[in-house]
């Protein structure tokens, strides 16, 4: 199989018919992360034509355990772009929020690989704002409208699903990057909260008679280039390789638990980290009303989830980075005990824990 490399980028934008030739001797290639899961290059096509970004499925990600996942995610990812891009282009709900999804532009299903379009020039990793302690509440307001929106549009229930969102019923990825590697290992290390994390797992794999959204499944500050800033701000989201229709509580939660590490991470902003959660929330709550079902019953599982999640960020197979110091991982791990205790049950009780560091 064609193993995408930043040396054979720009050839194999040309041979696949992407640019032209002369376009390619024009180009350049840069590797950028990726994160642990796929091969991403940026290719630049000069001032005037803006860039493309490549990316590929890895059958093997960068961890230190093992872990597997089956490559043909790419082809989902394609398609949750696909979908939420065509609500953007809904003059309903495009023109009411300011944000956006990258266009793919070519997918090569043989060598799991798509390419689309690049994010802004003057765009920023939200990730990094948030860990050097540039925090726009402004642009928390904008996430979660648009997972509002995301959520409201796909919102399913029973066992007819529209025709654009059944190639998202599958499970089987969501398990192998989720569930698995966050909630079961995290049981494995933690056996007397097995029962508990193995409760919240099932709760993320809801049955074909729950409720059901198209669920991102990475909804997380890296996957976020930020232009602008305060009212102007504007958001692009990226990375759906785990995209999938189901629990839309796993969104809310994973974003809500990645304000609670950085607060952890570093609490003389916990105050800010806290107000940037819950104007995410309530920015959410506002536009999905009250398809939800009873507030406050969505925010106690909500938090629950968040619990799960913030374990697995310690001792599951994708621990957080930026977390070295004992202190900061004990408490972490506190904290989430007493979450899935239910001692704390509000995004109000926890953030009193974060801003009192109890």
């Keep these: 199989m064609f193993a ?25 290639a840069e590797l950028l ?31 230190q355990e093992d872990w597997f996942a089956d490559q043909s995610r790419i082809h989902r990812e394609r398609a949750g772009l696909d979908f939420v891009r065509g609500l953007v282009s809904d003059s309903a709900v495009g023109q009411q929020f300011s944000w956006a999804v990258p266009e793919v ?23 990094e704002q948030l860990l050097a302690g540039h925090i726009d509440v402004s642009v928390a307001e904008r996430v979660g409208e648009m997972l509002g929106a995301i959520h409201q549009q796909s919102r399913v229930v029973g066992s007819r699903v529209p025709e654009n969102l059944d190639e998202f019923e599958d499970l089987d990825c969501f398990v192998q990057l ?4 966050y909630h079961r290992a995290t049981a494995a290390a933690h056996p007397d909260l097995a029962e508990v994390i193995e409760h919240e797992a099932q ?5 074909v008679q729950e409720g059901r959204a198209l669920v991102h499944g990475d909804f997380s500050p890296k996957n976020i280039i930020v232009s602008g800033v305060g009212d102007d701000a504007q958001v692009l989201l990226l990375d759906f390789e785990v995209v999938h229709l189901g629990n839309p509580i796993f969104d809310l939660a994973f974003m809500l638990n990645h304000f609670t590490l950085k607060a952890i991470y570093n609490p003389a902003l916990a105050d800010r980290y806290c107000e940037a959660g819950g104007s995410f929330w309530f920015a959410y709550l506002d536009v999905v009303g009250t398809s939800t079902g009873h507030r406050g019953s969505l925010e106690r599982d909500t938090v629950r989830q968040l619990g799960a999640l913030l374990l697995a960020r310690i001792d599951g197979k994708s621990p957080a980075e930026y977390l070295t110091e004992d202190g900061q991982k004990h408490y972490a791990r506190d904290l989430a005990r007493r979450i899935l205790s239910s001692e704390i049950a509000s995004l109000n009780e926890l953030h009193l824990r974060l801003l009192g560091r109890t």
């Design 4 to 28: 995408l490399s930043e040396g054979n980028a720009v050839q194999y934008l040309v041979n696949q018919g992407v640019i032209s030739p002369d376009n390619g001797r024009r180009a350049r």
């Design 33 to 63: 992360g990726g994160g642990i899961s796929n091969i991403v290059i940026s290719v630049s096509l000069g001032a005037d034509c803006g860039g493309l970004v490549l990316k590929q499925s890895l059958p093997k990600l960068r961890v």
């Design 105 to 127: 532009v070519h997918e090569d299903q043989d060598n799991f690989v798509f390419v689309m379009t690049a994010a802004p020039a003057d765009g920023t990793n939200w990730k």
């Design 178 to 181: 989720r569930i698995d590697p």
């Design 203 to 207: 709760r993320m794999l809801p049955s």
